[in-house]
């Protein structure tokens, strides 16, 4: 038997497929675009290994999903694909339409007449599990219940709009054609192979290099946080015992403001890697760094940012027995200390185009 993974160069994609053979002798056929997001660096460990088959393509080639799908006759097919960071959507949306919309759209349809084709009892245990993400929900207030799967949707970003916009079309396609789908919506991941461009893995790599640690607005937005691990935990589990039509919201019941996350970091990193042991300098000012947190620096903040997410995945812990392995401490530490391990990954990916769209949106002391 084999899964086709689509999306499996990116953080959890990559992080996904890395997990899945430390476990199984299942092969993976990996189909990634390599965007700017997408690195092969990420699957570097799984070279030469025959379980891990990497094709580079769009999901949006219907017909190159077409020949995968006869070539490889997965009994699931794993969607991590999309185009993912909200400021990017902001700036500039019809990427993030064309991915994640036509781009499922079509892989739907490259997938439902491959399982149409399939004998009866490889159709019933086929699966189709769809990655999604809490932003579908819109913003809570502070006092808010945290969002269930029932929660209607309200997108606010391009990004979230076109995420909600795959999961309909997904359920569409479970009720119209019977296609058996599952569907996960998870709440901010973190850990290795992370872009740095989120949150966390940007002030981490600021941070040790003395730049600006940009924060929006006053730092209170408020997301739940859930270590990468877990995440590829939970979608085990999903697509192991998921009943066909079903959501299920992934959550690390870790609620932290924006702001307490850097200054978690910072602490992390001035127990880890102390700025004066390692001659840490403020690029702004020349000055010797004493504490990280002196990088602190608020920016403009974010259009139409919404200010706090919030799963209840008490769903997923009731009929699946799933629960995250990980605190937010705990997953924290671990991926501090894999930044701290790898500064070539992170060199790697850090390209002039990356610096430039950082200056763009940070402004240019955070990208020099």
């Given at each position: 038997m084999t899964i086709l993974v689509t999306g499996g160069a990116g953080f959890i994609g990559a992080n996904f497929v890395l997990d899945w053979l430390a476990q199984s002798d299942e092969p993976v056929v990996n189909l990634d675009k390599l965007t700017y997001a997408g690195n092969l660096d990420n699957l570097a460990s799984l070279q030469g290994d025959a379980r891990h088959t990497f094709v580079q393509g769009d999901i949006g080639d219907r017909a190159l999903v077409q020949r995968l799908l006869a070539q490889h006759r997965p009994r699931a097919v794993l969607n991590f694909a999309a185009e993912s960071h909200v400021d990017r959507s902001i700036h500039g949306p019809e990427d993030f339409i064309q991915t994640n919309v036509v781009g499922t759209f079509r892989l739907l349809e490259a997938v439902r007449?491959?399982?149409?084709?399939?004998?009866?009892?490889?159709?019933?245990?086929?699966?189709?599990?769809?990655?999604?993400?809490?932003?579908?929900?819109?913003?809570?207030?502070?006092?808010?219940?945290?969002?269930?799967?029932?929660?209607?949707?309200?997108?606010n970003s391009p990004y979230s709009a076109s995420k909600a916009a795959s999961d309909h079309l997904v359920r569409a396609w479970h009720h119209?054609?019977?296609?058996?789908?599952?569907?996960?919506?998870?709440?901010?991941?973190?850990?290795?192979?992370?872009?740095?461009?989120?949150?966390?893995?940007?002030?981490?790599?600021?941070?040790?290099?003395?730049?600006?640690?940009?924060?929006y607005g006053d730092g209170q937005q408020v997301r739940d946080w859930l270590y990468v691990g877990d995440h590829c935990s939970a979608i085990r589990r999903v697509l192991h015992a998921g009943q066909p039509g079903q959501t299920y919201n992934i959550g690390g019941r870790n609620e932290k403001t924006n702001l307490e996350v850097v200054r978690t970091v910072c602490a992390l990193l001035d127990e880890l890697a102390p700025a004066p042991a390692r001659a840490v300098v403020d690029a702004r000012t020349g000055q010797p760094v004493r504490h990280y947190s002196e990088l602190i620096t608020f920016v403009t903040d974010r259009p139409g940012h919404d200010r706090r997410y919030a799963m209840d995945a008490s769903k997923i812990e009731r009929e699946l027995g799933w629960t995250p392995a990980e605190t937010f401490e705990t997953g924290l530490r671990k991926t501090v200390r894999w930044y701290l391990d790898h500064p070539e990954w992170v060199q790697r990916v850090q390209s002039g185009a990356y610096r430039a769209w950082l200056a763009q949106h940070y402004g240019a002391a955070v990208a020099a």
């Open positions: 007449a491959y399982w149409s084709s399939l004998p009866a009892p490889e159709a019933a245990a086929f699966r189709f599990l769809h990655v999604s993400t809490d932003e579908v929900f819109g913003s809570l207030g502070p006092h808010d219940a945290p969002f269930t799967e029932q929660h209607r949707y309200e997108p119209t054609y019977g296609l058996p789908v599952l569907t996960t919506n998870c709440s901010n991941n973190y850990g290795p192979y992370h872009f740095p461009e989120k949150l966390i893995p940007l002030m981490i790599v600021n941070a040790l290099a003395g730049k600006p640690l940009p924060v």
